[in-house]
């Protein structure tokens, strides 16, 4: 019994790797990075031991439509703002999104924000991402980049915090603090919408400290529950059924990218499904990476 | 109240210290990410800080050793040390405010903060080793030895102070919090050490006085 098991998983891994191609693999200041391809599927991954550390996707033959269901779900932060001038992306990955925005937005300023060097250069060299006039990338921590930011007065109508796929949570991006210092980089009409944790305990941490900051917000998921997406508002979150008014010109406009908007509005939600008295994150307390288990 | 109880007590205050040491060293990541991040290179300013304060206080404390060494000087240095962590929890983000907004680098900022914050009190807390030894150290045959088991209770408090705040600690506690209890530990410590080196004159003073009398 406990032979076939061992087997099963043996010929589970055997064929992971036959399946994938590792094109390139470094070892980086922060973490492993290997680029895997599965005939037209492109992947990067942070961690080989196993298939959820798939960091960002793309399709060789069809660079331009995203894969991956979160990334899909992030562009929730357009139904609220359709039309964001300045973008900050806090966790490069393989520059898919700040690509697919740019096609987008075309004016848009869009600022992406990683702290590792080979990342960047892993994902221009590998997964098309672009640089231009409208954007840009810096190598730096994405909290010290925000205090900064918030020294020189920058205003961003969408930040996306995108920081917490690899192995390593950076415990000092989850703290009231560090949301603090987002909410007050937002413009007027600015939202931000962040990648978080789903299953672990983390869940309820991350819920109760975004409440603390910016009160109620919508959660945005997908079908199978793994992911899912705060989106949360300088101002008042608006109404739900007011923002159904102009769903369709934009889900005409995402449709090229393989993004679903009107399914991904179906699963907007306020519901607070964590309890009350969750303890909120500080600088102070946060064991992130110990909750995470 | 012999010598024996003496070195025991000496063996447990070097115990802590060593526990406090690593316990504020592996906080010290914590308390600078929110203004230098978590790039390696603050680990770096950490790791050289503490080093080098270690290293001058290792100098300090053979050399304070030399004169007059005593239980109450020794406990004098843990209420220092005691005080001068103190400003880790009450001031850290003033003096880490004004680095930040002084110097662009983040690897000079981290450098300057954790200099600011960590120095002189590591600097006291690497004191306590040499003393102890002077303190412990009656005969030189034995000092090689007595050396070796000062060194391996306090890098022993080393190994459990970082695994349980790392483990622990941070789970359950306010960084500050931890701070402080380590703040207090070490000046309690040095404040037991005192009220022992003042039993022990009392007792030395009764004894002459009874020695007097009876001549």
New interface residues.
Partial sequence: MRINHLLGLLLLVVSNFALGKVIHQERSMYRNIIVEDSGNLRCLKFNVKSNKTNQSCFLKSEPNRLVFNYTKLLFSGMIVNPNPKRILIIGLGGGTMSNTLHQLLPDAEIENIEIDPAVIKVARQYFSFFENDHVTSVVKDGRIYMKRALIKKQKYDWIILDAFNGDYIPEHLMTKEFLEETKALLSESGVVTANTFSVSELYNYESATYQSVFGEFFQVKNRKNENRIILATKGQLPNQEHLKGDLATLHDRLRPFGVNILDVFKSFTKEQDWPENTPVLTDQFSPANLLNQ | MDSRWQNRLIYLLAFSSGFSIMGVELLGG?IL????????HIWGSIITVFMLSLSIGYLYGGKLSTKNANLSRYGLIFIVAGILVLPIALWANPIMESI??AV?D?RYGSLLAASALFLLPTIVLGMISPYSVRLLVTHKEESGQVAGVLYFVSTLGSALGTIITS?YF??Y????AIIISFSLLLMALGAIALLFAKAKSNQVLASDKELISEN
């Fill in positions: 914590r990410a929110p203004y230098f991040g978590s790039s390696v930040f907004m662009e983040s483990f941070v789970l506690f306010e960084v500050n």
